[in-house]
Structure formats: structure tokens, C-alpha cells
């Protein structure tokens, strides 16, 4: 695979999404950690539909990971490859157990579980398709 081909991926698939994510949930969640939503062009602008906060940021980020390891693992023969796509499936739904157990800090919500799912899917679907 051409060097230009994993960059273009990694931007489109990757760190596009990751920064969509991060804008969309420190724009509007009372939890900022860039304080994008005290902009005063930006303060009054709220979203009607609570799933744009919460729930399309953990499907961008989910879709994020597995694209970084399907990208990083993409040719590899090895088993390894499985074990870090393994590992990445159990990053993402694992969050929402341990908070779904209190052993982590943040609300359980079964849509943030079909948003993760979405995202691993869209993920895996986009790359396996991308004409190489």
C-alpha cells in the first residue's frame, strides 16, 4: 500500500472523526474539557436531540479506534492483529460496562452501546471497501 493511501485514511477514518467527536461533546456537554462551548459566537447554541452530546461522540470515537487498528493491522497475517482489534472491541464496550457496574465514572446508556456498535461496523465496512 502507498504511504499517501494510509495518510488519506488515517485523516478520513481516524483523526476526522476523533476531532468531530471532541468538538461535538466539549461544545455542548456540561463536562468540557476545552471550553469550546464558552465561545461567546457559540454560548446559546444548544442541540435538540441529547444523542448529539453523548451518544454520536462515542460512536465517532469507537469508529475511530477500529479504523487506527484496522489501518495500523491492515495486510498483517499475524494473530496479533486480531488480539489488538480484540482489544480495541473491549476498549470500547468495556467503558460502558465498568459505568454500567460504577467502576467507572459516567452514565450507562444502551444507546451509547448501538452507537459504539455502529460506529465498529461503519468502521470495518468503510475499510474493507476502500479500493485499493
Given at each position: 500500500m502507498r504511504i499517501s493511501t494510509t495518510i488519506l485514511q488515517t485523516v478520513l477514518f481516524v483523526l476526522l472523526p476523533l476531532a468531530v467527536g471532541v468538538l461535538l461533546y466539549?461544545?455542548?456537554s456540561a463536562s468540557s474539557v476545552f471550553n469550546i462551548h464558552k465561545f461567546e459566537l457559540l454560548k446559546?447554541?444548544?442541540?435538540?436531540?441529547?444523542?448529539?452530546?453523548?451518544?454520536?461522540?462515542d460512536g465517532?470515537?469507537?469508529?475511530?479506534?477500529?479504523?487506527?487498528?484496522?489501518?495500523?493491522?491492515?495486510g498483517e497475517k499475524s494473530g496479533v492483529k486480531?488480539?489488538?482489534?480484540f482489544l480495541a472491541l473491549c476498549l470500547a464496550f468495556g467503558s460502558e460496562i465498568l459505568q454500567k457496574l460504577n467502576i467507572l465514572k459516567g452514565t450507562f446508556d444502551w444507546w451509547d452501546i448501538l452507537a459504539i456498535g455502529v460506529g465498529v461496523l461503519?468502521?470495518?465496512?468503510?475499510?474493507?471497501?476502500?479500493?485499493?
Open positions: 466539549d461544545w455542548f446559546n447554541v444548544k442541540p435538540k436531540w441529547d444523542g448529539l452530546v453523548y451518544n454520536v461522540p465517532l470515537w469507537a469508529f475511530s479506534l477500529m479504523s487506527a487498528m484496522l489501518i495500523i493491522w491492515q486480531y488480539l489488538w482489534i461503519l468502521s470495518i465496512l468503510m475499510l474493507f471497501n476502500w479500493k485499493r
